[in-house]
C-alpha cells in the first residue's frame, strides 16, 4: 500500500498542507486546477460580489459540473471500447470458424482428388482394356 503524501499548495494566495495517497506532484496539480477555475470565477464581476461561502459553492459546483462531463464522456469512450472489444472478439471466432471450414474444406478437396485420380486410372484401365479387347477379335 503506498504511504500518505503531505505536500504544501498554494490555493488562492494562501498555503495548504494537504495529503494523499498521490504523489506530490499530483497534489499541486489538484491545487492547479483550483486556482485556474478561481481565476475563471473571478473574472466575473458577480462572482467578487458574493458572499465567501456562496463563491465556495459555486466553485464546488463548477467543478462538479466538468467533472460529471468528463465522466460521460469517459463512460462513452469505455462503452465504445468494450463494443470495439466484443466486435473484435467475434470477429476472431469467426475467422477460427472459417480456418476451420476452410481446413475441413481442404481435407474435402484431398480425398475427392485422390477419388478423381482413381477413378481417371480405372478409365485408362478400362481404354487400355477396350483397346486390346479391338484388337484381339
Do not use: C, P
Not at 498521490?22 to 492547479?32: F, I, T
Not at 465567501?52 to 469512450?77: P, Q, S
Request: glycine residues 2%; hydrophobic residues 35%; negative net charge.
Amino acid at each position: 500500500m503506498q504511504d500518505q503524501t503531505t505536500a504544501e499548495v498554494l490555493i488562492d494566495g494562501r498555503t495548504y498542507t494537504i495529503a494523499g495517497f498521490e504523489s506530490d506532484e499530483y497534489l499541486q496539480q489538484v491545487a492547479g486546477y483550483i486556482n485556474r477555475m478561481l481565476n475563471e470565477l473571478k473574472k466575473s464581476t458577480e462572482y467578487m460580489r458574493l458572499d465567501m461561502d456562496t463563491r465556495n459553492a459555486l466553485l464546488a459546483i463548477n467543478i462538479v459540473d466538468e467533472y460529471f462531463k468528463e465522466k460521460a464522456v469517459a463512460d462513452d469512450i469505455r462503452g465504445d471500447r468494450e463494443l470495439k472489444d466484443k466486435l473484435v472478439l467475434d470477429l476472431k471466432h469467426e475467422i477460427i470458424a472459417r480456418e476451420d471450414q476452410i481446413s475441413k474444406d481442404d481435407e474435402k478437396i484431398k480425398s475427392l482428388q485422390k477419388k478423381l485420380n482413381e477413378a481417371e486410372k480405372k478409365i485408362v484401365a478400362l481404354e487400355t482394356t477396350l483397346r486390346n479387347n479391338k484388337i484381339i477379335k
